[in-house]
């Protein structure tokens, strides 16, 4: 199976702050998606991006799949942008189901 | 986003119980998913499935069972719960296993004591 590494792991920002999280993957995907766990838990779909840039809003992504990585842009940060995002991916050879990544925790200090 | 009820939210329950957790859905999606998330693991699939009684063993299954009897329903069941199975569930569904964009539920919330 594919491996899917996250980096940075921690991220500590100021409200306004932009970032950039970068997600790698060791094998050609048909899924790429981001999301975002809130401080609740809950995970929120981001973007489905096996390719190619997408923007809703103050986030952004960009998958490139010949170089076997995604990145998510977080533009003018705010408090309420704090928990954990994750990449997950998945494969031809799987059953549809996600890798995971670790996760980047980010936190927004006002 | 797709309606996806995991049921319940939050348990408490003692080891060597018995314990099932729902998973409904409302969007006709054809593959469900169970999932643990553990700090350190990230999330990771106990078992899938690809139809109405078709389920099949993800990464980490042992102690753990599936059903679907209908489209909209999946049912995770810890025959005889441990402490190490003290986690958080998710379920996902997606409409295929293909190039589809996968949708997660609240989550459940279990401890083993």
């Known amino acids: 199976g594919i491996q899917v590494e996250q980096s940075p792991p921690d991220l500590i920002l100021q409200e306004g702050a932009n970032s950039t999280l970068r997600c790698n993957f060791s094998?050609?995907?048909?899924?790429l998606q981001w999301f975002h766990q809130n401080p609740w838990g809950q995970l929120i779909n981001l973007f489905y991006i096996p390719s190619g840039t997408k923007q809703n809003g103050r986030l952004s992504a960009t998958t490139v799949a010949t170089e076997r990585y995604s990145l998510l842009y977080i533009s003018s940060s705010q408090t309420t942008d704090s928990g954990v995002y994750f990449c997950?991916?998945?494969?031809?050879?799987?059953?549809?189901?996600?890798?995971f990544g670790k996760g980047t925790k980010l936190s927004v200090k006002p | 986003d797709a309606g996806i009820t995991q049921s319940p939210r939050h348990k408490v329950t003692e080891t060597g119980t018995p314990v099932t957790l729902r998973c409904h859905q409302t969007?006709?999606?054809?593959?469900m998913y169970w999932y643990r998330q553990d700090p350190g693991h990230g999330l990771r699939l106990i078992h899938y499935?690809?139809?109405?009684?078709?389920?099949d063993k993800g990464e980490v299954s042992d102690g753990y069972s599936v059903s679907r009897s209908k489209t909209e329903d999946f049912l995770l069941t810890l025959e005889s719960a441990t402490s190490s199975q003290t986690s958080v569930y998710f379920c996902?569904?997606?409409?295929?296993?293909?190039?589809?964009?996968?949708?997660f539920g609240q989550g459940t919330r279990l401890t083993v004591v």
């Open positions: 996902a569904t997606a409409r295929d296993r293909g190039n589809t964009e996968a949708f």
């Open positions: 969007e006709n999606h054809r593959y």
């Open positions: 997950a991916a998945n494969y031809g050879g799987s059953q549809g189901n996600l890798i």
């Open positions: 499935s690809y139809g109405v009684k078709d389920t």
């Open positions: 094998d050609s995907v048909n899924n």
